[in-house]
Nanobody, 124 residues
Framework: VQLQASGGGLVQAGGSLRLSCAAS????????MGWFRQAPGKEREFVAA????????YFADSVKGRFAISRDNAKNTVYLRMNSLKPEDTAVYYC??????????????????WGQGTQVTVSS
């Protein structure tokens, strides 16, 4: 299983970015996908998750209304659209796959494969 995250970069506050995570080596359409982030000196935190069909989405309170998660099962890709970015959104963003639905969507330990991360930096 491989997850390749991309789309990060430097953006001014109020700007937007779209992250992508391309998956291979698994039946992508069968699994829940999540995005997490980790800022320097902080623990990894949940950002968003999406069910296998894309019919259910979940967000951390800190990004609700600003971020959107979607997936294209034909392209084995999950996206994170980030709008109205704030300096506190600065972090390395990771995508992850949950193949076993063994826990809650916001718990990082639920996810069994992780991408390499993509840096998002929001300047004030």
């Amino acid at each position: 299983v491989q997850l390749q995250a991309s789309g990060g970069g430097l953006v001014q506050a109020g700007g937007s970015l779209r992250l992508s995570c391309a998956a291979s080596g698994l039946i992508f359409s069968s699994y829940r996908m999540g995005w997490f982030r980790q800022a320097p000196g902080k623990e990894r935190e949940f950002v968003a998750a999406i069910t296998s069909s894309g019919g259910g989405t979940y967000f951390a309170d800190s990004v609700k209304g600003r971020f959107a998660i979607s997936r294209d099962n034909a392209k084995n890709t999950v996206y994170l659209r980030m709008n109205s970015l704030k300096p506190e959104d600065t972090a390395v963003y990771y995508c992850a796959v949950d193949r076993y639905y063994s826990g809650t969507y916001y718990n990082s330990q639920t996810y069994d494969y992780w991408g390499q991360g993509t840096q998002v930096t929001v300047s004030s």
